[in-house]
């Protein structure tokens, strides 16, 4: 039984060497009495045990490359870069909402929605930039037509609008309501706004006329 277990074992051995020889490009076989290693462009290798084909292998095999780590300096300069290339975007940001754009960053890559209905994906900050800056500013009216644009989609008065201290969304976010009680205050806002209207003696829910 012990000789069985023995012979399991180098069996298994064998095995494993052969695939992590096939990974490097190489080919292992049994040649009479030798294990035999062919690999592409060099002349065939003979070998007597197993210990002489792992030490083949081993000295064969491909070195991982291990890349240095950063001097301080690098660490420094590459954080100083990400400092300003968001304060970059948040400038170019703003430039955008004067011409009528929404920049926005996802995955390294930047996209452009235009107020006319248009957008544009970029692959680097110095494209947007590029294409931001040929656009030229709205005029002060269109500004403020724009913001209230913006407000009925994203601040409609039936939840209180942007304006609101009780607006639904700023009680949802300060009580950590969570989705379904959340959208439970917004339907119920909906439905008083709906029924009843605007009325100062729902201050909760309605922004203020004064």
């Given amino acids: ?7 399991v074992n180098i069996a298994h051995r064998y095995i494993k060497l052969r695939l992590r020889a096939t990974k490097m490009g190489a080919v292992v076989a049994f040649d009479d009495s ?14 007597g045990t197993l210990d002489a084909l792992e030490a083949f292998i081993v000295n064969n095999e491909p070195k991982p490359v291990i ?3 950063p001097t301080m300096a690098e660490v420094n300069a590459d954080i100083a870069k990400q400092n300003e290339d968001a304060e970059r975007f948040t400038n170019l ?11 926005c960053v996802e995955d390294d890559r930047y996209t452009i929605d235009f107020d ?22 709205r005029s002060e009216l269109e500004q403020d037509t724009f913001k209230e644009e913006d407000n009925s989609v994203d601040h409609p008065n039936h939840y209180g609008g942007r304006d609101n201290s009780y607006e639904v969304i700023k009680i949802i976010e300060a009580l ?10 917004k339907y119920v806002s909906t439905l008083t706004s709906i029924t009843l209207g605007p009325s100062p003696s729902n201050p909760s829910i309605h922004p203020s006329k004064d």
């Avoid at 039984?1 to 012979?7: K, P």
């Avoid at 703003?94 to 920049?103: P, Q, T």
């Avoid at 950590?176 to 205050?185: D, H, K, S, V």
């Fill in 1 to 7: 039984m012990t000789g069985f277990s023995e012979a």
């Fill in 34 to 47: 030798w294990i035999a290693v062919d690999v592409e462009g060099k002349p065939r290798v003979k070998l």
């Fill in 67 to 69: 890349s240095p780590e």
């Fill in 93 to 103: 940001k703003a430039r955008a909402d004067k011409v009528g754009a929404l920049l």
């Fill in 116 to 137: 006319n209905g248009t957008g544009v994906e970029m692959d680097t900050l110095d494209e947007a930039e590029a294409l931001i800056m040929t656009r030229e500013p």
């Fill in 176 to 185: 950590e309501l969570g989705f379904y009680l959340g959208n439970a205050l």
